[in-house]
């Protein structure tokens, strides 16, 4: 149980285009959602945290409006990267949690982003 | 702000080896400790965690006991597989308030045959 799923796995976009990446929840509601960026060799670093129903809270120095963050439903998320550049190539990760039942984060398998 | 270093990998051993990954943090209050392990392909998976001063996390043979005199965390496996490489992140969570994961820069592990 606890399955998080993301997609695409990979994807390649042209500078200047917005690419959506799909977070979900196969087996449990997730009340709340994260989502993460990592680069080569360094740690997950939170972008931002979503609840069910209610606007996205960002961390310090993530653009909000470069990095949209929807939260429609009790099993999906989704980040659009909009007006994509190079430097936002990335491996981006969502989590998600059931916090009427533990507190516990479930992860995705991360989506490889690259902008040319 | 919280944070959390772990020692630098990559780490390589051979099988049956004793495996030490050491983590130490840096946190207001009281915070829980955990340990994650990502395996090729897939995303990360918790390992084992602690929750107050003292406690012992342990799952497939991996430990580790929260130190609050020494703020640490270290992972430690007596005895290592082939099927536990893959990259190990420490990391701690508030379980007040939004309860956000502070991690690790993460431990790339080998183990050779």
């Known amino acids: 149980g606890a399955v998080v799923s993301q997609h695409p796995s990979w994807v390649i976009c042209k500078s200047g285009t917005s690419v959506k990446i799909e977070c979900r929840s196969l087996d449990f509601q997730a009340t709340t959602m994260f989502w993460y960026r990592q680069f080569p060799k360094q740690s997950l670093m939170l972008m931002a945290t979503?609840?069910?129903?209610?606007?996205?809270?960002?961390e310090q120095g993530v653009e909000k409006d470069k990095f949209l963050i929807n939260h429609a439903s009790l099993t999906l998320s989704t980040l659009t990267v909009t007006s994509a550049h190079p430097e936002d190539s990335s491996f981006y990760i969502c989590?998600?949690?059931?916090?009427?039942?533990?507190?516990?984060?479930?992860f995705g398998p991360g989506t490889r982003l690259t902008v040319t | 702000g919280d944070s959390v270093t772990q020692m630098e990998g990559p780490v390589t051993l051979s099988e049956e080896a004793f495996l030490t990954i050491n983590c130490t943090y840096t946190a207001t209050g009281y915070p829980s400790l955990f340990w994650y392990v990502q395996y090729p392909g897939e995303g990360l998976q918790l390992l084992l965690k602690?929750?107050?001063?003292?406690d012992k996390g342990s799952n497939k043979g991996f430990e580790a006991t929260y130190r609050k005199e020494t703020t640490s965390f270290h992972l430690e496996k007596g005895s290592v597989q082939v099927s536990d490489s893959a990259v190990y992140f420490c990391?701690?969570?508030?379980?007040?308030?939004?309860?956000?994961?502070?991690f690790g820069q993460g431990t790339r592990l080998t183990i050779n045959p």
């Open positions: 979503s609840n069910e129903g209610s606007k996205a809270t960002y």
């Open positions: 989590s998600a949690r059931d916090g009427l039942v533990s507190y516990e984060q479930y």
């Open positions: 602690a929750t107050k001063a003292d």
């Open positions: 990391a701690l969570s508030d379980l007040e308030g939004a309860q956000k994961l502070v």
